[in-house]
């Protein structure tokens, strides 16, 4: 582009990137996302009315050049970058490309008000997918995770294992290695299966270990925390499809707990698409979550794609029971007071 873009940027530092989102788990984004805010389109995947963008840049001559920028922006209601912010951070990129400093340069792109920390975990599963694509070798811990997941009775307590070892087991986790990891998954004590969950999550995980998480939370069936990983461990699956029924029987049960809730509803909102199914969620939801989580909840839901109408679709279903009904009424109200209060 030949006026100062997010994109453009890019091009002009001549350097590879790759495009990541750090929201609710890792996940590449593609090389168009920049574009997408460029031209004033929704961020596919926002958070909590953010896009957790974490941009990875790397030149293959000037390793010292290597980067990662955590970038937090606010987005409007359509999870659109506003253009007040976007102007701003074209403006950042732009001064810092023009000082020769490296050092200076680096502060610039990374001391300004969109940065953030990441959570150790998801930390860890970065650093293991940079160092991948950089065809570095794994961390020192990578060793013991990889003896003690595969290789039964070696003596390692997984206490010892360090949360970047896992994460760069899972990373660089092979065919073989998948075939091999899969039986044993149903035998793992909970700790160190809720460990391998948790970097799961950040990952593509193939059909035969979906279909082995599903399998353990079918046999699991009062085991709200171990239900929960599975579900978020297979959010990124193909197969994802799989573990579908485990998710109804668990929204079956009136008693079903806000932890699990709440990882169906961020991690697999497209299933409030379809209405009834909505309806009988989010009457869960109403009931268990104070009047600010639920209205932190819905917001988020309505700016994924193809939710935004979420709200007046539930109201207007046959189905709507009456203490949804009212929590939506309160959320209804609340958020009118709240865009009054702005103007």
Not at 278 to 284: G, K, N, P
Request: overall charge negative; charged content about 20%.
């Amino acid at each position: 582009m030949n006026v100062p873009s997010l994109s453009g940027f890019l091009t002009m530092t001549e350097a590879s990137y790759r495009l990541f989102d750090l929201g609710i788990q890792l996940r590449k984004m593609p090389d168009s996302t920049l574009e997408r805010f460029d031209e004033g389109q929704p961020y596919p995947c926002p958070h909590l009315g953010y896009a957790w963008l974490v941009i990875f840049l790397w030149n293959e001559h000037e390793s010292q050049q290597n980067s990662l920028w955590f970038l937090k922006l606010p987005l409007d209601e359509q999870g659109i970058l506003p253009a007040a912010v976007h102007s701003d951070l074209v403006n950042r990129l732009y001064r810092a490309l023009q000082v020769q400093d490296s050092k200076e340069r680096q502060r610039l792109l990374t001391d300004h008000p969109y940065q953030f920390k990441p959570e150790p975990e998801k930390m860890a599963a970065l650093h293991a997918r940079a160092t991948k694509i950089l065809g570095l070798p794994p961390s020192p811990y990578f060793e013991d995770v990889h003896r003690f997941y595969l290789s039964p009775n070696t003596g390692l307590h997984w206490q010892e294992l360090g949360i970047q070892g896992i994460a760069d087991f899972v990373c660089r986790l092979k065919d073989n290695d998948i075939q091999q990891l899969n039986p044993s998954l149903l035998t793992l004590d909970q700790a160190p299966l809720l460990a391998l969950l948790r970097q799961f999550e950040h990952r593509e995980l193939p059909t035969s270990t979906v279909e082995m998480l599903v399998s353990i939370a079918q046999k699991n069936p009062d085991n709200a925390e171990l239900t929960s990983a599975c579900l978020r461990a297979c959010a990124q699956s193909p197969a994802r499809k799989l573990i579908e029924p485990v998710i109804a029987a668990r929204i079956d049960n009136e008693t079903v707990d806000l932890e699990l809730l709440l990882t169906v509803l961020t991690r697999f909102p497209h299933l409030c698409q379809d209405a009834t199914y909505a309806t009988q969620i989010l009457d869960r939801l109403a009931r268990v979550a104070d009047a600010d989580g639920f209205q932190r909840v819905m917001t988020n839901l309505a700016m994924q794609p193809g939710m935004a109408g979420i709200v007046m679709t539930t109201l207007a279903n046959p189905a709507l029971t009456e203490n949804l009904a009212n929590a939506l009424s309160l959320l209804i109200q609340r958020t009118r007071g709240q865009n009054h209060a702005k103007h």
